[in-house]
């Protein structure tokens, strides 16, 4: 009896060692993640021929002039002789981003990856090569972490769904039928070759539309803990993962743990009563487009700007969130002249101010008029939008300014603090376009 004890007691000891190991590397990785603020998303299939969303065009037909046999029959002549792994990682690099995401398979199931389970895949296209391995081998030249976007959802597999029916009459998936089981396994076995033949996947990016309980998420969760202890998960198999993922918008105020990621404060009069312990505060990563489509679209020209993109990043990383900025590739392989234009001012931006933004997380002084504020140890970065002519007045900052400066450059700036009042002169300030930024040393 007593070595049964001894015995139970030696392995729950080494179970939670174990799981303090582990623990310990995903909270590296997490802080890996919390500072590079930064990354680039990649929607990219077959679809990018036809100009149309990714998935939704067999998904919700009456919004695409596309029949679903026609989407289908795209993957006959996908071809994008022009891709270069290398220069998506240049210009994930240029700018600014420390991280990337891409699409290993949409919800319409197609892969872009060499995966034994299924024939409908990259691999089988005109194309013939296996373009998750090429990012792969290139992020990892640069050093690039590099997560896989995969979708639970596959209109394509038979056990997913009844593939004798057109997706639209059932692409939530049918985990009544008794195939389901079987789909689990298939995405057992694609998530295990993505997780043991494609380096160490920085992130699992799931993208479960709807009802995610089907999944049953903790099975997938311990397959990746299991095989890749450091890879994070984001919140979208039904269980709450790694991080949070608003889509397409930023969160008013700053997430904590237990609340909707829309949750202000409730002292917020535009000044946190008191900025949240980081115990209290839950991670997270807003993805958005550049236009309004996540897929290549040639007719869709509804670009955001330089200034938007560049203040959208501020504002994520004033409220301790990344930003997961997505390009659509052509279907020739290359990114179009608008989103390279605009990466690269990001780019510039941030080689002046990046300081500002990596490595910090959400500031004191929350929902400015005239701009943001950011943090690290004891500088804030005050990000400027709109630079009033003569002064600046930040109400709201409890701790003793110590010193000044612009990020573009030049003296120390004078200031004077008078109670939660500080006032800053401005004039002869360099401003840089889209936002200035002030570092502030307090005591
Ligand atoms: C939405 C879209 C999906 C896209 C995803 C990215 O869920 O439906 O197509 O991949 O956003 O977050």
Redesign the pocket.
Known sequence: MKSTFALLTASCLAASALLTAADTHQSERLKKFNDAKFGM?I?WGPYSLASV????PIMEPGTWAISEPDYRALRQRFNPTQFDAKAFVKLAKAAGQKYMVF?TK??DGFCMFDTQYTDYKITKSPYGKDIVAQLVEAAQAEKMPLGF?YSPPDMNHPAFRDTSKLSATNWAGEPARPEWPLYLDYMELQLRELLTRYGDPFVIWF?G?GTQQKYGGTRFHELIHGLRPMTLINDRIGLTGDFV?P?QRLPNGIPRKGATVDTVDPNDKGVLAEAPKPEDFQTWET?MTINDT?AYNKNDKKFKSSTELVRALIDAASKGGNFLLNVGPTPEGTIQPEFVERLTAIGDWLKVNGESIYGTTYGPVQALKFGRMTAKGKTLYLHVFDMPAGTLELTGLKAKVASIKALSGGAALKFTQAGDKLTIPVTGIKATPHATVLAITTL
């Open positions: 998303f929607h969303e990714a998935s939704w699409t949409h919800h976007y993208d539309l993922t889509e993805c996540w």
